[in-house]
């Protein structure tokens, strides 16, 4: 199975999780609070190069980011048909800039680096009884360790449908992925009941 986690040993890799992770929020932050178009640019130039210090590769990375950069130019579009060419681009070098520093995070953290941060933030809500930090910390991991296989599934069934002569349109490719992914879904949920994981305090 595969995993958005990739081995490597840039500056990225050697920090630890719990940094990373407050440093993309607080880059998030600082990404809405800007509105002009020169620090945006500038925040997805420093975005470009930190990801690219990862060495992933270019077909890796395009692979990788493809589908979620379509979105955001999907959204940048809309922006421009309703609003401004200056709203537009804001749009993108925003969105942009916080994809590639998201997935730089992504691909420099295990999934159990993960968890542990999640739930250790969680604890404080555990505390006041409002939720589990356990289980906030292991559905967070499991929706960042299955976007690759939901994405491979995506493909998978768009093959089989140029397989049988037939074009690839949204709605038959989505149904199927989302039944398919639902069917996922109980079977880990049953293995995790099984377990106990839930159960455990």
């Known amino acids: 199975m595969k995993t958005l986690y990739v081995e490597g040993d840039s500056l990225l890799h050697r920090l630890p999780p719990r940094t990373k992770l407050l440093g993309l929020a607080a880059a998030g932050i600082a990404l809405f609070l800007f509105r002009s178009i020169p620090p945006l640019a500038l925040a997805a130039v420093i975005s470009v190069a930190i990801y690219a210090s990862l060495g992933i590769g270019l077909r890796q990375s395009l692979a990788r980011l493809r589908p979620i950069f379509l979105t955001i130019a999907v ?3 809309f922006t421009l048909l309703v609003g401004s060419v200056e709203e537009a681009a804001t749009v993108l070098l925003r969105l942009t800039s916080l994809m590639l520093l998201a997935a730089a995070v992504t691909a420099t953290t295990g999934i159990g680096e993960f ?12 505390r ?14 499991l929706v960042i360790r299955f976007v690759p296989e939901i994405l491979d599934r995506y493909h998978a069934i768009q093959d089989a449908h140029r397989a049988r002569g037939l074009k690839p349109r949204v709605l038959t490719l989505a149904v199927p992925l989302i ?19 839930r159960a455990q305090r």
């Open 75 to 77: 959204v940048a579009l």
């Open 115 to 126: 968890i542990d941060e999640i739930t250790l933030a969680a604890w404080p809500l555990e």
């Open 128 to 141: 006041l009884g409002l939720v589990k930090a356990a289980d906030i910390g292991l559905s967070i991991g």
């Open 179 to 197: 039944i398919l992914t639902l069917k996922n879904a109980d079977e880990i949920a049953a293995a995790i009941d099984a377990r106990g994981i």
